[in-house]
């Protein structure tokens, strides 16, 4: 989640409920390990993510390299049609088809 975002979380949680910020603490800890997780990457659904909040473009290689579903049709739509790379592009359709 964006800092932006966070901090907005951050700052409505602790401003009705100041116990909720242990909570919250614990919350980070558990959803910062499962960043970690490789294989998060892998289910996560960028083309539901808000794109006025300019997704970061580390989040899209890390998709990407975990052969994310969206990343895949992403990349081969702008090899398709971008970079006339039709094979490239169609094989990566086809991956992101299969998944």
Known sequence: MPE?????VVERVTGIYFT???SLR?????????KER???YHF????SFPWRLNMPL???KTCYAEGNPNTLYMKGVQLFFS???Q???????KSAADE
């Not at 614990?26 to 499962?34: D, E, F, T, V």
């Not at 996560?44 to 083309?47: G, H, P, R, S």
């Open 4 to 8: 932006k975002i966070q901090g907005l």
């Open 20 to 22: 909720d910020l242990y």
């Open 26 to 34: 614990a919350s980070y800890k558990s959803m910062k390990a499962l």
């Open 38 to 40: 490789r294989r998060v």
């Open 44 to 47: 996560f659904d960028v083309l």
């Open 58 to 60: 580390l989040l899209l």
């Open 83 to 85: 970079f006339n790379l």
């Open 87 to 93: 094979e490239e592009g169609l094989s990566l359709l």
